[in-house]
């Protein structure tokens, strides 16, 4: 415990030692500004939210897994599932993780501190008697840390006495190489958000300027104290957006001369589009999600969305599935029931896509129609539940003792078998 900052008491209770952990160091302090950029720009997860990809993505991503519908299964006995509403958990993920948060809002945190700070953390409350989990409490990923003590991890928490076993703390963690905490993306993609905000800075800058590249005043001589302040005082009535087409009188001779580059030949606003792609692609986010509709046609927009669903919101759901059948569900439930989450709804197409696909499930007798209404939050009908197929589909292991009684049939109906005689 001494190696995790905390001393045993002679009474036996566990008592912090004052500056001694691992949050409290220099360097944690001295990364809180985020590293700076090679655009010049300090990047964290504060000041990255201000680029307009970084705040598309993370809100795409944790609203996508907020608005999907997520359910606890048990097993039934020779195979089928059915949905276990009893369950005390249930009414944990499905109602109210605690007394403050909805089930969308608590989702929505939790994926949002993942996609900025690479893990999501929240204390679970356990029932004293049964030690089924009762509430759920996100913490502030800056405020956690895991540590592995003799092959267990323990996470150390400011403003709690004690550190928190494994069992107490919901951990989704990020993509990482420790397979224990999650890279920050924010911190990976530093320098190109540092150069997307640079490039939306310089753009916001120029036309601040009045939509002006940088200029000098040049003068033939020297001006007196008394015409520099003149001119310093009237140049002002000449910055800013309002003031972009006002016209400047110059005199003495005077004349203006840019300086830098004009905003054409930085490109900036090619730049800030570059950025967002770069972006995008950290995310795993198709681009016309964030707004950036290059490429993007009504050909390929619906297979790059259901790309989206399979290769970044499966892997997003699966690690939350993954920590809630092992820390919410006791060890006797475990492997007997699971929780699932729901993307059927974001895999449907177009209604005529999704028309064909009906059809074909119900002419295979894959599906009834309630089943099919169920997909579209439609209610069930009288007789809606009974499967049916086409008649002209046959068992293949019927299909030759089929044929022959055809030809069975055609022999005794006909009056003449010889095939040589044409007559019926």
């Known amino acids: 415990m001494r190696i995790l900052g905390f001393e045993i008491s002679r009474s036996g209770n566990r008592e912090k030692r004052s500056g001694s952990t691992t949050l409290n160091d220099l360097s944690t302090w001295a990364s809180y500004f985020g590293p700076l950029t090679t655009a010049g720009v300090h990047v964290?997860?504060?000041?990255?939210?201000?680029?307009?990809?970084?705040?598309?993505?993370i809100r795409l991503k944790s609203q996508t897994v907020?608005?999907?519908?997520v359910e606890l299964y048990g097993r039934q006995k020779g195979g089928g599932k059915y949905i276990d509403y009893n369950n005390p958990v249930y009414k944990?993920?499905?109602?109210?993780?605690?007394n403050v948060h909805t089930p969308f809002i608590f989702d929505e945190l939790t994926q949002a501190h993942i996609e900025l700070h690479g893990n999501s953390y929240s204390?679970?409350?356990r029932d004293s008697s049964t030690g089924a989990a009762m509430e759920l409490w996100p913490f502030k990923p800056t405020d956690v840390n895991p540590v592995i003590y003799k092959r267990k991890i323990y996470y150390e928490v400011v403003g709690e006495r004690e550190v928190l076993q494994a069992d107490d703390i919901l951990h989704i963690p990020g993509l990482g190489f420790d397979g224990i905490k999650g890279k920050s993306p924010i911190r990976v993609a530093a320098e190109n958000i540092g150069a997307g905000l640079g490039a939306q800075t310089f753009g916001n800058t120029f036309f601040g300027n009045g939509a002006n590249v940088g200029t000098v005043l040049e003068h033939p001589g020297t001006l007196s104290e008394e015409a520099y302040k003149r001119i310093s005082e009237s140049s002002k009535d000449f910055?800013?957006?309002?003031?972009?087409?006002?016209?400047q009188i110059l005199e003495e001779g005077m004349k203006l001369s840019r300086v830098g580059l004009a905003p054409n030949e930085a490109q900036f606003l090619e730049t800030i589009k570059a950025k967002k792609g770069d972006i995008a692609t950290f995310y795993g986010v198709p681009q016309h999600l964030i707004g950036v509709m290059d490429g993007a046609t009504f050909s390929n927009i619906e297979h790059q969305a259901i790309e989206y669903v399979q290769h970044t919101v499966m892997g997003m759901i699966r690690r939350r599935e993954d920590e809630y059948n092992r820390k919410l569900l006791t060890t006797a439930e475990q492997g007997v029931k699971y929780f699932k989450y729901n993307v059927n709804g974001l895999l449907r197409g177009d209604m005529a896509a999704r028309a064909t696909f009906y059809k074909e499930m119900k002419n295979m007798a894959a599906m009834n129609a309630d089943e099919?209404?169920?997909?579209?939050e439609m209610n069930s009908y009288p007789g809606g539940d009974i499967y049916t197929s086409?008649?002209?589909?046959?068992?293949?292991?019927?299909?030759?003792?089929?044929?022959?009684s055809m030809i069975d049939g055609k022999q005794q109906a006909g009056k003449n078998t010889d095939p040589n005689n044409t007559e019926k």
């Open 390 to 404: 086409q008649l002209n589909q046959i068992p293949t292991d019927m299909l030759r003792d089929w044929v022959q």
């Open 372 to 376: 099919i209404r169920a997909f579209e």
């Open 123 to 125: 204390r679970i409350y």
């Open 66 to 69: 907020a608005q999907l519908p």
């Open 239 to 247: 910055t800013g957006p309002h003031n972009a087409n006002k016209r």
């Open 44 to 57: 964290n997860e504060e000041t990255a939210l201000r680029f307009s990809a970084v705040w598309a993505c």
């Open 92 to 98: 944990l993920i499905k109602q109210t993780p605690n």
